[in-house]
Every structure is written in C-alpha cells, then in structure tokens.
C-alpha cells in the first residue's frame, strides 16, 4: 500500500533540492541555507522558530512542508543496554528506532559504544523465515524524510535524559541501518536519507561511522559500491551455503551465493573497507561446524570480519538460540583462523537489537483493541 503525505517532509530535502523549489518560488538561496541551519544546527521543530524568516514565507512553508514526519509514542529500556522509541507517522503506522548503549553491533567492537538503529520500511518485503520485520509483509518505504526524522527524535530523547545539555548527533559513535526493512529495496530514499545525515549543512555524521546492511540485493549492492557516500556495508548472511541460506532466507533464490560473494568483492574494491557477514546462531538450522568451516572460507575470502549473534527468540516463531557452548564452538573455528569474529553474549535477550519486535506487538494490541471496540 502506497502512502501519500499530503505535505512531503522538510527533512528530505537536501540544501540543492531546497534551494531549486525556493527558486522558483522567487525566495533567494540564502533562504535554504537558514533552513538547514535552523533544523539541523540549532534543531528547532517549528515553524515559528526559525525567527528570522519572514513570517510570510514561514506560513507558506508551513503549507508546503511537514515539519514533524514522525511523532513519538513510547522509548522502552532494556537492562539500562537498549531504548526501543516507538515512533508514529502521518498514516499511523508505526516504527522502531533503538539506541544501543553497549557493546557496539555490526562494526566488531565489544566496547560500550552508542549506536543508533534506524528503520528504512514500515514491515518488510523480504520474508526471512526468522525475522519479526517481515512477519506481516511489507507495509509502505519511508520517505527519506521520516528516515532522517528518526534521528532528531534520538537526539530529542537524549536531551529529555540530560536536560542540561544538548545532544549532538556527533556524540553518538554509529548509525546502523538495521532496523525495519531492507534499506536496499527503499533505495533512493536511504541514499537521499544518509547524504543529509552525511552533509555538513545537514547532520554532519561521518560516513564512515555509518553501516548498511542488506540481506543481499546483488544489483543494488553493485549500485552501493558506485555510490560516492563512502558508507560501510554488512551482509546478512545467516546460512554458508545455498542450501542453509535457502530454507531461511527467500532472497537467496534469486540471489545465491555465487552471485552475492562477487558483488561483495565488488563493493570491497571500490571501497577498500572491510565488509561484515552478520550471521545470526540458529540451533540446528546453521549452527553446525561444518557451517563454520565454510563460513571461516567465505570471510577469509572475502577479508571479511564476522559478527556471530545469537538469534533473539520472536513469538510465535520455532527458532531458537544455541547454547553458549555451541556458539563459542562455531566461533572457536573462525577465531583458530584468525578471521576477525565478534560473538554477542547477551545478558538473556537484552540486547534485543533486531527491531520489528516492539512494533509488531503494538500493532497486535491496537488490533486487539479495534477489535473489542467493534
Ligand atoms: N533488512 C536488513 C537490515 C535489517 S535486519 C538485513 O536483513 O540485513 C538487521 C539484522 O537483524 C539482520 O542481520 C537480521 O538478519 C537480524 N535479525 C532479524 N531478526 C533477528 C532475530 N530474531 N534475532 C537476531 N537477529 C535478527
Ligand atoms: Fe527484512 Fe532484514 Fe528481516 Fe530479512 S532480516 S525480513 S531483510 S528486515
């Protein structure tokens, strides 16, 4: 189902698109400029603030654009480790964003790190077996404007935690594109998305302290490398071979390992940065050593760093994690040939990174309720 906002969001803008649409609308470039400034510099979030535009042109602004795409419903803590906001938009659908106090995910560091995990789709298309995200399909993209929205609302929170002082993007450590969705099937809207997050008159958040991760769209991880974004890549692999991979991840029919490897080395060489393989432990799905000899080929081949990551149990889903002993076995095989592994050891399921699960049960509580209500 397709949503179409009534007014687009000013954050998906970028200071060139801005600055056209003012143009034709007799406003100087300037007036871009301050707009930038006032959202992601001084971070109003209205209108009325940005006091020195004419109030005339801020009416009309205020017409044309959205200035909150998203709004927020619930942060829930976890262990003191994770908060999950719940965040709403124009439609009522709803969103997860998860700010992750330690360790760090995805870029292979176990030191207390904060990272912020950000949704690129309402519900997802991709249909991996295991995943909360895709349980119900794909819902609608996100705007790149509510992509971006997600992280002013991070800052937001964290101001609400400190009140004295303001939260600076820059004194967060990594955005990871993991949350709801397959960034790679949004495409245009998370390029756009992270070039604001990347420019200097936007957020000014390195490129390189910015990970994607995609369960492996081979053209479009070809598209990625050619980007000039410089951003980092990991790959959902979960399965070493066709066969593991098949049974859990639908996406491995169309784009098998022989094609996803070489687009890999493809992103790598345009890049020269190390990729991560995210494998997540399912018991006796592809938790077996044999697994972990082909996956110790894949990253050795690949110059690649592996994250291990115990699966995180979803109602009314049959999988579950292996025992720690088992995980440390698998791990034990990477490590002995020194490929670079990091393996998650939760406290239970505290780290409960993989979004999707919070929002799933409140959509599932605001469809119990419509229900009795009817
Ligand atoms: N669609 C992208 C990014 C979002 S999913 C992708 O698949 O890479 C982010 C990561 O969370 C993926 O590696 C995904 O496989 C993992 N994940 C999903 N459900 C999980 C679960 N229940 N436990 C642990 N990891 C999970
Ligand atoms: Fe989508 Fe990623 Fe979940 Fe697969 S793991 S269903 S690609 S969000």
């Known amino acids: 189902m397709k949503f179409t906002p009534t007014k687009s969001a000013i ?7 801005l600055t056209a649409l003012l143009k034709e609308h007799g406003q100087p470039a300037f007036r871009a400029k301050q707009i930038m ?9 209205k209108w009325e603030e940005m006091t020195n535009l004419p109030l005339a042109f801020r009416t009309w602004l205020a017409e044309q654009f959205e200035i909150t795409p998203t709004n927020f419903v619930l942060t829930k803590q976890s262990e003191d480790v994770t908060d999950k906001l719940l965040l709403e938009l124009g439609d009522k659908s709803l969103i997860e ?9 995805g870029v292979g560091q176990e030191d207390s790190r904060k990272t912020i995990c950000i949704s ?26 509510e992509i971006v929205h997600q992280l002013i609302q991070v800052c937001l929170q964290e101001d609400a935690r400190t009140p004295r002082a303001r939260a600076e993007l820059a004194s967060f450590d990594n955005i990871v594109v993991m949350g709801m969705g397959e960034p790679l099937h949004n ?37 990625l490398a050619n980007e000039p974004l410089g ?14 991979r098949e049974q859990i991840m639908p996406v491995n029919k169309k784009w098998p390992l022989a094609e996803l490897i070489p687009a890999i080395k493809e992103f790598n060489e345009k890049h020269g940065r190390m990729v991560t393989l995210e494998f997540i432990l399912i018991e006796n799905i ?10 110790r080929d894949i990253a050795i081949d690949l110059h690649a760093h592996v994250n291990l990551i115990p699966y995180n149990t979803v109602e009314g889903l049959p999988w579950k994690r292996p025992s720690n002993n088992r995980s440390e076995r698998f791990a034990d095989v990477l490590r002995d040939a020194r490929v670079p592994v990091t393996l998650r050891r939760e406290k239970g399921h505290a780290i409960d990174a993989a979004c999707g699960q919070l929002r799933l049960k409140t959509e599932k509580t605001r469809q119990a309720e419509a229900a009795t209500s009817a």
Not at 11 to 17: A, I, Q
Not at 231 to 244: F, K, P, Y
């Open 231 to 244: 951003i980092r890549l990991a790959i959902s692999l979960h399965g070493a071979t066709d066969e593991v």
């Open 37 to 45: 400034e006032w959202l992601y510099k001084k971070r109003v979030s």
């Open 187 to 223: 495409y245009d809207a998370i390029i756009r998305a992270l070039t604001i997050v990347n420019a200097e008159w936007g957020l000014g958040f390195g490129a390189r302290r910015i990970t994607l991760s995609t369960s492996g769209l081979v053209p479009k991880i070809k598209q």
């Open 97 to 105: 964003t998860v700010i992750i106090r330690a360790p760090q995910i």
């Open 120 to 145: 690129t789709q309402v519900g997802c298309a991709m249909g991996c077996k295991f995943c909360a995200s895709g349980l119900e399909g794909l819902k609608r993209n996100l705007s790149a404007g």
């Open 11 to 17: 954050y998906g803008e970028t200071l060139d698109s």
């Open 286 to 295: 592809n938790d077996s050593l044999d697994q972990a000899q082909k996956l």
